[in-house]
C-alpha cells in the first residue's frame, strides 16, 4: 500500500508564495507520476501539475509561470513551489501518486490521493 502525507498549505496574502510538500510511503516498487490536484468551494476538482519519473513537467494554464513541480526520487516526495498567489489560487490542494507497490511476490499498480492541505490567498 501507498500512504500520502501532505502539508504546507496556509493562509498568504495575494502575492505571496507557498511551498506544498507531498511525501509517500509504503511498498513503493517504483512512482511513474506524482501531481497536484485541487478543489474549490463548489468546484469540481482539478489538475495543477504534474511530474513523471523522467522528469516531464506539465501545468495548468492557471499556473504557468507561477507555480513550479519538482520530486525527490529518493524521498519519494513532491513539491509545490506557489509563487504570485491569487485569490482565485484558494482551494484544497491535493497530492496523487501513480505507483507500483508490492514486495518479491506480486506487484500492482495503484493511484493513491492524498489528504489534501488547504490554501488561502487573501486579497
Known amino acids: 500500500q501507498v500512504q500520502l502525507v501532505a502539508s504546507g498549505g496556509g493562509l498568504v496574502q495575494a502575492g505571496g508564495s507557498l511551498r506544498l510538500s507531498c511525501a509517500a510511503s509504503?511498498?513503493?516498487?517504483?512512482?511513474?507520476?506524482m501531481a497536484w490536484y485541487r478543489q474549490a468551494p463548489g468546484n469540481e476538482r482539478e489538475p495543477v501539475a504534474g511530474i513523471t519519473s523522467g522528469d516531464h513537467t506539465d501545468y495548468a494554464g492557471s499556473v504557468k509561470g507561477r507555480f513550479t513541480i519538482s520530486r525527490d526520487g529518493a524521498k519519494n516526495t513532491v513539491y509545490l513551489q506557489m509563487n504570485s498567489l491569487k485569490p482565485e489560487d484558494t482551494a484544497v490542494y491535493y497530492c496523487k501518486v501513480a505507483a507500483v507497490v508490492g514486495d518479491t511476490t506480486a506487484y500492482r499498480y495503484l493511484e493513491v490521493w492524498g489528504q489534501g492541505t488547504l490554501v488561502t490567498v487573501s486579497s
Open positions: 509504503g511498498t513503493i516498487v517504483s512512482i511513474s507520476r
